[in-house]
Nanobody, 115 residues
Framework: QVQVVESGGGLVQAGGSLRLSCAAS????????VSWYRQAPGKQRRLAAR???????NYADSVNGRFTISRDNAKNTVDLQMNSLKPEDTAVYYC?????????WGQGTQVTVSS
């Protein structure tokens, strides 16, 4: 099995920044894709950002220009830098790994943006 752990969530004021990190029990770079999803209360879980093994990135329109997903080779993590945070960014953020066609999820980390 593959364990996925997110970290970096917390409470921040609107306009502030947070950096989330995703780590795995195996090399995170073995995954064909690593994604950050988010789910607000009562809403569907949606993709926020994705990075492939080849380094290509994709962003939801709602975060494009404010969030950056990247690999940290030294720490063996995939990070999500979130800038200019808005109250509507409040959600539980989940890291997802696709490895050999299987999905692995972390338990999520709470991000709360106050107005």
């Amino acid at each position: 099995q593959v364990q996925v752990v997110e970290s970096g969530g917390g409470l921040v004021q609107a306009g502030g920044s947070l950096r989330l990190s995703c780590a795995a029990s195996r090399s995170i770079f073995s995954a064909s894709a690593v994604s950050w999803y988010r789910q607000a209360p009562g809403k569907q879980r949606r993709l926020a950002a994705r990075i492939t093994r080849g380094g290509s990135t994709n962003y939801a329109d709602s975060v494009n220009g404010r969030f950056t997903i990247s690999r940290d080779n030294a720490k063996n993590t995939v990070d999500l830098q979130m800038n200019s945070l808005k109250p509507e960014d409040t959600a539980v953020y989940y890291c997802n790994l696709v490895l050999y066609g299987l999905d692995y999820w972390g338990q999520g980390t709470q991000v709360t943006v106050s107005s």
